[in-house]
């Protein structure tokens, strides 16, 4: 029974550490790429929001703006 705790504790783990590592590098993704927020817009807006509320709880402010900004230029 100890053998299967310890499996245990180290897959759940093991997961957490994976989650963390792929929201560090969605986020990562996001605040170096005008073009993949652009894509997470139409697909994750959710996820999206996400990041502009934690740049702006942050004191990171202007990006939604200037992202709004570049994105109805390009449109017309």
């Known amino acids: 029974m100890v053998k299967l705790t310890g499996k245990l504790f ?3 783990l093991a997961l957490e550490l994976a989650g963390v590592v792929g929201a560090y590098l969605l986020y990562f993704r996001m605040d170096s790429s ?3 927020r652009h894509t997470m817009n139409r ?3 959710s ?3 996400v990041y502009y ?3 702006e709880w942050a004191g990171v402010h202007g990006i939604r703006e200037r992202d709004a900004q ?3 230029a390009r449109k017309n």
Do not use: M, T
Request: cysteine-free; proline content about 6%; hydrophobic content about 40%.
């Open 10 to 12: 180290k897959g759940v």
């Open 34 to 36: 005008q073009d993949f």
């Open 43 to 45: 697909r994750l807006p």
């Open 47 to 49: 996820i999206l929001e």
């Open 53 to 55: 509320k934690s740049n």
């Open 70 to 72: 570049a994105w109805e």
